[in-house]
């Protein structure tokens, strides 16, 4: 069984959506998207420098629209019909469009929505992020915990992303857990945590008149890892997650147990096929980035589908 992977805030990079504007259709598109949500997605995605694009109302709209401009050429082919999908983070609503949930003009308006509100909130106080390495988890989340932060993502592999104020993060890096690497993270704020609670309030605000389908593929959901089985439920846990651990960790078990033996990673590809290189030992792994890598997806679908 194949995975469709679609990364979250963190994946991007400078000029990361060059290769794809040549496509006319992919630019095509890109452009419709741009009117709708009021953002130049083409100049963010080919000429933005790095501080434009880690910016979180531009950065979260942006990985939405290249996740979906790969996966709607992947789509098109059917020997990826079979394939479950997950998205970290902010890619839970390429995931929710991959699956037939929403529409991807839905996604890609929600993703304004939650990157410009996720923003704002980062403006309330001052809060951030620091990435926890090794260590035993149990310990590292009592650390954590003690700090006065939150385990934001739990990505797995030995990685437990803390959130909340800069004292928390600060305390948390000068006493770290034993066995662990504290690194600071370059973030506008506390992301998953009750710091982006007004956020969440304005995402689900605007989540009320989104329409909503079964998903129409295996889809899994950051809260628990599980699959979601209807619509209405994906939507409500995405928006719930603006404020709630990503769980990662779980949804990597989850491949594991549906037997997925081969992940693909949408642009910008390379931190989930990572963790799946540690945590999904001897997944076949697949990272898309531009058009030329669409053939080579392309024939690992097809192979994985060969009984």
């Given amino acids: 069984m194949l995975a469709i992977l679609a990364p979250g805030q963190g994946s991007q990079k400078p000029g990361f959506l060059t290769p794809w504007i040549d496509d006319r259709a992919a630019a095509s598109r890109l452009r419709e998207w741009s009117d709708l949500i009021g953002l130049d997605l083409v100049r963010l995605g080919t000429e933005a420098d790095q ?3 880690t910016d979180t109302a531009n950065t979260q709209p942006l990985l939405v629209a290249a996740g979906l401009l790969a996966a709607e050429r992947l789509l098109a082919d059917p020997a990826f019909d079979g394939a479950a999908v997950a998205g970290h983070s902010v890619g839970e609503l390429t995931a929710l469009a991959i699956a037939g949930v929403l529409t991807p003009e839905a996604a890609v308006r929600l993703a304004a929505v939650r990157g410009r509100e996720m923003a704002a909130a980062c403006n309330i106080e001052p809060t951030t992020m620091a990435a926890v390495l090794g260590g035993v988890e ?12 939150w385990p934001a993502n739990r990505n797995g592999a030995g990685q437990i992303v803390a959130a909340g104020p800069v004292a928390a ?6 006493t770290p857990p034993e066995k662990a690497r504290i ?30 389908a079964d998903p ?8 628990d890892g599980k699959p979601v089985t209807t619509g ?6 995405l928006v719930a997650q603006v404020t709630s651990p990503v769980r990662w960790d779980a949804c990597m078990s989850t491949l594991g147990e549906l037997g997925v033996t081969a992940v693909v990673e949408l642009p ?3 931190t989930l096929t990572g ?11 697949l990272n898309v980035n531009t058009p030329d890598d669409l053939a080579a997806a392309a024939e690992l679908a097809s192979n994985e589908g060969v009984e």
């Fill in 268 to 270: 910008p590809a390379g």
């Fill in 138 to 149: 149990d310990e590292v989340l009592a650390a954590i915990e003690s700090a006065g932060a």
């Fill in 232 to 237: 209405a439920a994906a939507l409500q846990q």
């Fill in 169 to 174: 993060i600060e305390k948390l890096a000068a």
């Fill in 183 to 212: 690194i600071t993270l370059k973030v506008a704020g506390a992301f998953h945590t009750p710091h982006m609670a007004p956020a969440q309030e304005a995402l689900e605000a605007v989540a009320a008149d989104i329409e909503t």
């Fill in 216 to 223: 129409v593929r295996t889809l899994l959901s950051n809260r």
């Fill in 275 to 285: 963790l799946a290189k540690r945590a999904l030992k001897g997944v076949e792994r």
């Fill in 51 to 53: 501080d434009e694009i």
